[in-house]
């Protein structure tokens, strides 16, 4: 892991892996590599059945993740848990073909749908982005790499969030931003009831049409052991960023925290 590769190579005819430029550190905990073989299982109709259970909006909101993170023409910055490189995508278009994106996520199965929606853009920024397998609480980057930080819903799904957390403190350079994009851990009743309801009666039986109701049973669960947006800010306020604050979003049901180091 010792030298950056600033584009993934044009690659035609067959299907290649993604390139690895760091060097991977295994996931060691348990549940943690639980996770990772659901998303694994998940990869290939991800993109698929978020745009039919968002409706779309996931696109608006994850637009509005990037926007906050101040990533700027030239920046070096890092997508965490980049799934299919949604993220990483409009990262790219936000630092150009001078700039350089990093995205890393622990399905490998998820980089390689990455890596190949990557092949098929023709846009130039879009080669500045490379895709790396890695663990969220133990990253693989030198203090005060980064100009900016985006993570979408991935913070949920990591087993050790202080951890995570404190990492992306130490690999930000200070005055730069984390956007951290999520379902938001309601304190109203009446959102979590809605929230709950679609969960059980529209996401899970239509995950089941694709093998997929298990997996995505685990949402509801996850979001009711994730943290309210007061517990996301004093988590990154406490790991030593100098100011937080979590925006509601989606009519409540997602939520963007912004921490600046």
Not at 10 to 23: A, M
Not at 239 to 259: D, P, Q, R, T
């Amino acid at each position: 892991m010792v030298t950056l590769h600033h584009c993934l190579p044009s690659i035609t005819g067959q299907h290649r892996r993604p390139v690895f430029p760091f060097k991977q550190r295994p996931i060691r905990c348990a549940a943690a590599a639980e996770r990772q073989e659901l998303f694994n299982r998940i990869a290939p109709v991800y993109d698929n059945l978020n745009d039919l259970f968002s409706l779309g909006n996931h696109r608006i909101w994850k637009r509005m993740a990037v926007s906050w993170c101040g990533a700027k023409e030239g920046d070096n910055v890092l997508d965490l848990c980049c799934g299919s490189g949604d993220l990483a995508f409009l990262l790219s278009e936000k630092v150009g073909p001078h700039g350089q994106v990093t995205a890393l996520d622990f399905s490998k199965e998820q980089l390689q749908i990455a890596a190949s929606r990557q092949q098929v853009r023709s846009k130039p920024c879009y080669k500045n982005i490379k895709w790396v397998e890695g663990n969220a609480v133990d990253l693989p980057f030198s203090n005060s790499y980064f100009d900016a930080i985006t993570i979408g819903y991935g913070l949920r799904n990591v087993v050790d969030r202080p951890k995570a957390i404190e990492e992306m403190y130490r690999v930000l350079k200070d005055g730069s931003k984390v956007s951290v994009l999520d379902f938001n851990k309601s304190t109203h009743s009446i959102t979590t009831s809605i929230q709950d309801w679609v969960i059980d009666y529209v996401i899970v039986p239509v995950a089941s049409g694709h093998g997929l109701a298990s997996e995505y049973e685990y949402l509801k669960n996850s979001i009711k052991e994730y943290l309210t947006g007061d517990e996301l800010e004093k988590l990154a306020l406490e790991a030593g960023f100098s100011s937080a604050k979590h925006f509601e979003i989606g009519g409540g049901f997602m939520g963007n925290l912004v921490a600046t180091r």
